[in-house]
């Protein structure tokens, strides 16, 4: 690029010294009146600049033909244009033209060259577009190009247009899409070497599973596609995806490190369920999509059924989105009580999703789907906002506040910001901290030890009490817990179902509720239904309970918290 340039800096430089130069020989002419032919001067003139230009502009193509003739057509031109003065003899202009007709013939043979040149060119640029450098498969742009000379969108009769270049329309095909899982974890651990390694290796074992009339593609990334022709039986079909998926999972040495991978693999079948490129890529992404939530390391084929679950499930997360952003979101309250003399300690803010057309929709049915698409931290600041609300309008109204637990998900407990965001939030409501208690789960509390406790002294520091929630849905060691700052215990309700039912449950009970005394943790029961399950806890030495016994989740004005 620099030598181009450079080329045509020095090309125009000298065109403009040659056009002073002449225009000058042209002004002695007109002044001496020396007789020579202007016009023939002119245009000689203008034939040396051209040959100069070009010899300047070609030189960087290293096409010595072309250069030579060029060079020998300047020569010749100068020797033209002198010619012009009636300098030389007569019988030397023969001599002139036989060295312009060499030239040309030189020129016509470099421009040969040049066309051969540029079609090696355009054979490397098509394979740096249509294939991976990385793993010298076929590409996206490969899977998906157009023609590039269409000009009718109705063009199917074109080599890069037709279904025909990939899959073979006459047969049944199988167009399966693969997914390494969790391979940004390699990236992470191992570093993107190692990764771009890996990649490498896998392409070559899937290649190995398939035959030359098969394709393999890299999409992007982790992504694959694999266009099976000429398979007839879903149960081939299902044989040679388990044979891929096998052939993934055997380790690989990776900077002296033993790594196992795994993969899932979503199957569209060619003509049953498309009979176009992106209709087939569509659907067997939702098929790698179930593959993935259910446990991934699997494959599934492409049924009817995915479509409206995906459409589904496009509604609700728009519906969501909408619902955060428009004040759908409301909170339910369950109190928690002493066991002991059954007086109101505090309440749990619960929320709900107020749906305009399906009405109220339970946690369970968007918290994960807010989780997944990552707006559950904004649903968390929602949630604490009510919470805080709700203890200022009992200051207003001269009533001494509940304490108000919220439970806080692992993105926004993990946020730098996340005491800070407290902070701006109790003040905005201009209400005592302490008025409000934070749950997360244990799981959340393990992610990073360091980070947890830091934030837990910090929520300390403002009285605002701590617990862990669930306890006995993850990893359930009480070893761990002294090492954390927390205020309360909360035991899951898997554990309550077991009271009089099952003696290691409530062996278990009791000795979480001994455990966490010697550290000054007092726990929480959730999920007392009936009295029984009371009284066990009320001998057990439990401190506090919530359940239905109790009441369950309720509107504030539909509680009796007297």
């Not at 030359?212 to 149960?235: C, P, R, T």
């Not at 052939?247 to 003509?271: F, R, T, W």
């Not at 309550?496 to 001994?514: F, L, P, Q, S």
Request: aromatic letters at 12%; hydrophobic letters at 40%.
């Amino acid at each position: 690029m620099q030598n181009t340039l450079a080329s045509r800096k020095t090309s125009i430089i000298i065109t403009l010294f040659l056009l002073l130069l002449l225009s000058l020989i042209n002004f002695i002419n007109n002044l001496y009146r020396i007789n020579f032919d202007s016009v023939h001067f002119w245009y000689r003139s203008f034939l040396l600049l051209l040959a100069i230009n070009c010899v300047i502009l070609i030189k960087d193509l290293n096409i010595k033909k072309l250069t030579c003739g060029f060079i020998i057509y300047t020569v010749t031109s100068i020797l033209h244009l002198i010619e012009v003065f009636k300098i030389f003899p007569n019988t030397f202009s023969d001599y002139i033209y036989v060295g312009l007709i060499f030239g040309l013939i030189l020129n016509l043979l470099g421009t040969f060259d040049l066309l051969k040149h540029r079609n090696e060119y355009d054979k490397r640029l098509q394979k740096l577009v249509f294939y991976d450098s990385l793993t010298n498969l076929p590409n996206r742009n490969y899977l998906m190009r157009s023609c590039p000379l269409k000009v009718n969108k109705n063009c199917d009769n074109c080599e890069y247009c037709s279904i025909d270049r990939i899959i073979n329309t006459s047969e049944r095909s199988a167009f399966l899409f693969l997914d390494i899982d969790d391979f940004k974890l390699v990236n992470d651990f191992l570093g993107h070497l190692n990764g771009d390694l890996l990649l490498q290796e896998l392409s070559k074992r899937i290649n190995s599973c398939v035959v030359h009339d098969d394709l393999v593609i890299h999409l992007s990334g982790d992504e694959f596609v694999i266009i099976i022709n000429n398979i007839d039986y879903k149960e081939d079909i299902a044989t040679l995806t388990n044979q891929i998926i096998l052939k993934i999972n055997e380790p690989i040495l990776l900077d002296e490190k033993e790594v196992n991978v795994s993969c899932s693999i979503g199957i569209a079948l060619y003509p049953e369920h498309g009979t176009t490129i992106e209709k087939l890529m569509k659907r067997s992404d939702l098929a790698l999509n179930k593959a993935k939530s259910e446990g991934k390391n699997k494959y599934y084929f492409y049924t009817k059924g995915l479509n409206d679950s995906f459409y589904n499930r496009y509604l609700i997360i728009e519906d969501l989105k909408h619902g955060i952003k428009n004040g759908e979101l409301i909170v339910y309250y369950q109190p928690k009580a002493n066991t002991q003399t059954n007086e109101i300690i505090g309440l749990e803010a619960l929320v709900r999703w107020n749906h305009p057309k399906h009405g109220l929709i339970y946690p369970n049915d968007f918290i994960p789907l807010a989780e997944e698409i990552r707006v559950i931290d904004e649903i968390d600041r929602q949630v604490l906002k009510f919470a805080c609300k709700q203890i200022s309008d009992w200051v207003e109204a001269g009533k001494e506040p509940y304490n108000i637990a919220v439970n806080i998900s692992p993105l926004f407990f993990m946020d730098n910001n996340f005491i800070s965001i407290i902070d701006c939030i109790t003040s905005e409501f201009k209400i005592d901290p302490s008025y409000i208690s934070i749950e997360i789960t244990e799981t959340v509390a393990l992610e990073n030890i360091d980070k947890t406790n830091k934030k837990l002294k910090e929520l300390k520091q403002r009285n605002i009490k701590t617990y862990i929630d669930d306890f006995g849905k993850g990893y359930s060691s009480i070893s761990y817990i002294k090492d954390f700052e927390f205020d309360f215990l909360k035991i899951d309700k898997k554990f309550i179902d077991g009271i009089k039912v099952n003696a290691v449950d409530e062996a278990i009970i009791k000795y979480i509720i001994d455990i966490t005394g010697l550290v000054d943790i007092k726990v929480i029961s959730e999920g007392v239904e009936t009295k029984e399950q009371l009284e066990f806890l009320k001998d057990s030495g439990c401190f506090g309970y919530q359940g239905y016994l109790l009441s369950k989740p309720q509107p504030l004005d539909q509680l009796n918290l007297k």
